[in-house]
């Protein structure tokens, strides 16, 4: 028995005494990243133990398993591949598919409306001959952070700051969303929570103010890209939405216009189909384009304004300087001012 207790004292003794310096130790924390023991331990009670179990970890993990259980319905259940628009240059278009059990499947159609995305099957139905495609990939990507912390105020901040771009947003009245600036290769694992809220201190520095810090739930990388494919319209086939065109996300414009281009098509094809009226669906390619080469113009103006280019870049003392007069323009000038906010709210837009 003696020699029972002298092995427990000898394994726990160190144990014990580290856990008692920690607490010692952090007691007076007030550092959100090294909080004192007793906090750790106080929260470990209430979500683990106590109320938060039933009313927080039991309805994450609900949610958890029906978003699995709709994924598996949707996506494997119900899923279909080789999908192929065909015919769409005459008045009989198709689409083929296999579905599920892997049967080959056929729509016959009289038109098509292509709102599958960037990575869909429409826009490479259009032969290339046809295709005219103009792009720009950006010199740098944007980390999306969401954090578990109230906004640090009620209005979107875009911050212009030699180390880079950062974006302050909300995405409710608990949960912020971040976007700084980061290299176009970069990756979320280089981006730690200490990282990524120094950074972003740092582009938000403003005296008087401070922004609020705390965990993220969140990251992921979003390279910024402008690209527009004409036309819009292939025969009896219509592209709407990402399916033709991409915008860098600042100035938020791209499910603005891919709705705006859905509610266009709707109403050309309702006319086409109802009163046998072509003038709409003739027209819809160019209307669109119109509109999305006004939005590709704001986003790539509004993205330019702000975000830092590379440090290697052999202009880049030029350009930050432009950027700088131009923001300095449009927060001192009230026409400059309003030339941006009809285009950010999209008061200029043809919808
Ligand atoms: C990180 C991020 C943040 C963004 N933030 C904003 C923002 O704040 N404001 C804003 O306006 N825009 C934002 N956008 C852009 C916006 O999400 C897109 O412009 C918009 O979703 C485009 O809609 P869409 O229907 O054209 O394409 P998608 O949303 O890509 O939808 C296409 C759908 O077609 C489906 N599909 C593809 N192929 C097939 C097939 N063969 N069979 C069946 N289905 C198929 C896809 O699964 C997908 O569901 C953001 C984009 C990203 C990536």
Known sequence: ???????????MTLPVLLVLAWWWTSDASTNFYLPPLRQILAAFAEVWIGDRFATDVLPSLARLAAGYLIAAVAGIGAGVSQTRIEDADTDRPMITFRDADGHPRRIDCDYVAGCDGLHGVSRTT???????????????????????VPPSTDELIYAWHPDGFALHSMRSAAVSRLYPQVAPDDDVTNWLDGRVWEALSTRFALDGWALKSGPTLEKSVTPM?????????????????????????????GLNLAIADVNKLGTALVRAIQDGRD???????????????????????????????PAADPDAGFLRQMQTTQLAYVTSSP?????????????????
Do not use: C
């Open 279 to 309: 003038d709409l669906i003739d027209g819809y390619s160019d209307d669109a384009l119109r509109r999305v080469w006004q939005a590709t113009h704001f986003s790539w103006w509004m993205t330019s304004m702000p975000h830092a280019p």
């Open 335 to 351: 026409t400059a001012a309003a030339g941006l906010a009809e285009n950010y709210t999209g008061a200029v837009l043809p919808y």
């Open 1 to 11: 028995m003696i020699g029972l207790l002298r092995r427990l004292a000898a394994t």
């Open 126 to 148: 259009i032969p290339e001959s046809v295709r005219t495609v103009a792009q720009r990939a950006y010199p740098f990507s944007r980390l999306g952070i969401l954090a578990d």
């Open 225 to 253: 890209r402008s690209f527009v494919s004409a036309p819009m319209r292939w025969g009896r086939l219509f592209l709407a939405g990402d399916a033709s065109h991409i915008v860098p996300p600042t100035g938020a414009k």
